[in-house]
């Protein structure tokens, strides 16, 4: 793994083209990430992620997806269940606080069995983002709830069950999104809340899980501590904010290099999100020539960010022996009753 590039890419299709595997083979992606349109059939993404593997020769490469519920789902029926959103538990969780935890708990598991047999082995869940007033919709129902204790709780529960199920969580969006007044895919949101504001509610569910092993930024600039660029590419933002107040140590992804919220051309965008500190960039939408200018900018991991990355290797462990059905009934129950 020592000379994989600190890359996530996606890939066009429902297949691996020869072209595509040959830039993966050379470039040598650390991990890949799938969306709506690689999804044909489960037996089809069970071939894509293991091309995907083969193509970088190795059997360890992360394979990621957004698969949340409600909103934010690539995997819909009739593959897999049309599962709740994050606000639709934390609803339930205000009604019954062990009821809600337990179904929090069962969704993710679910997650696994749905997704770990396809060799999709960490889910970019769970979303700590706390909406506020004036935040656009972009999270909106994919939180868990408005106050970041609600959210640290209800997103621990989640994690929990994704690893019990042998997958890992990325906690999003480092160091918070809920206040972004801006949809970051077509725009740069700018927030203006305190310092001590951000400490006293955005950042708190990030240190209440600062220890999983993988976190996506936020492309959000936070004008209390740099007026000039989103977290993503701060050097300020991830050295004092993300690596030091909130203490996480883990994998620092960038959210997708290609959202308009950044600026410049890929390969200026990826040297300043490696610039700003974090560890891997993330390129989603399998365009090839994006693709060739973000590798043509990424380095190899080494260093922290290679140690970062084989502790999430190491990670890893096997699935639990929860019974499918049985916690599928179970949740349909718990679901039932909010």
């Known amino acids: 793994m020592s000379e994989s590039k600190a890359v996530i890419f996606g890939c066009a299709g429902a297949e691996l083209s020869s072209s595509e595997a040959s830039f993966f083979a050379d470039t040598k992606p650390w991990g890949f990430i799938l969306f709506g349109r690689n999804i044909v059939s489960l037996n089809q993404v069970a071939d894509l992620t293991a091309s995907l593997r083969e193509s970088v020769g190795r059997p360890d490469a992360p394979v990621l997806i957004d698969q949340e519920g409600g909103r934010v789902q690539r995997f819909k029926p009739p593959l897999v269940p049309q599962y709740p959103s994050g606000a639709d538990l934390g609803a339930l969780y205000l009604a019954s606080p062990e009821a809600g935890l337990r179904a929090v708990w069962i969704m993710s598991r679910l997650h696994a069995f749905d997704l770990f047999p396809l060799g999709i082995n960490v889910d970019c869940l769970p979303v700590l983002d706390v909406p506020s007033p004036g935040g656009h919709e972009v999270i909106g129902s994919r939180a868990y709830g408005i106050t970041p204790e609600v959210v640290s709780v209800l997103g621990r529960a989640a994690s929990e069950g994704l690893k019990a199920g042998g997958m890992l969580p990325v906690i999003k969006h480092i160091p918070g999104h809920g206040r972004a007044g801006a949809d970051t895919h077509f725009e ?151």
Request: with cysteine; net charge negative; charged share 25%.
């Open 188 to 338: 740069l949101p700018h927030v203006d809340a305190s310092h001590a504001e951000l400490s006293a509610r955005d950042f708190l569910p990030f240190k209440a899980l600062a220890g999983e092993a993988m976190a996506m930024s936020a492309h959000v600039v936070f004008t209390a501590i740099d007026a000039e660029h989103p977290a993503t590419t701060s050097r300020r933002v991830v050295g004092e904010i993300i690596r030091s107040e909130i203490g996480f140590d883990g994998l620092l992804m960038s959210d997708d290099v290609s959202m308009n919220a950044l600026s410049g051309d890929f390969a200026t965008r990826t040297r300043a999100i490696f610039a700003a500190g974090c560890d891997v960039t993330l390129h989603c939408n399998g365009v090839r020539a994006e693709m060739e200018a973000v590798a043509s900018a990424t380095p190899v991991l080494s260093g922290d960010a290679l140690r970062r990355a084989e502790d999430v290797l190491r990670a890893f462990s096997a699935p639990d022996d929860s019974d499918e059905a049985a916690l599928r009934d179970e949740f349909e129950g718990l679901m039932a009753t909010s």
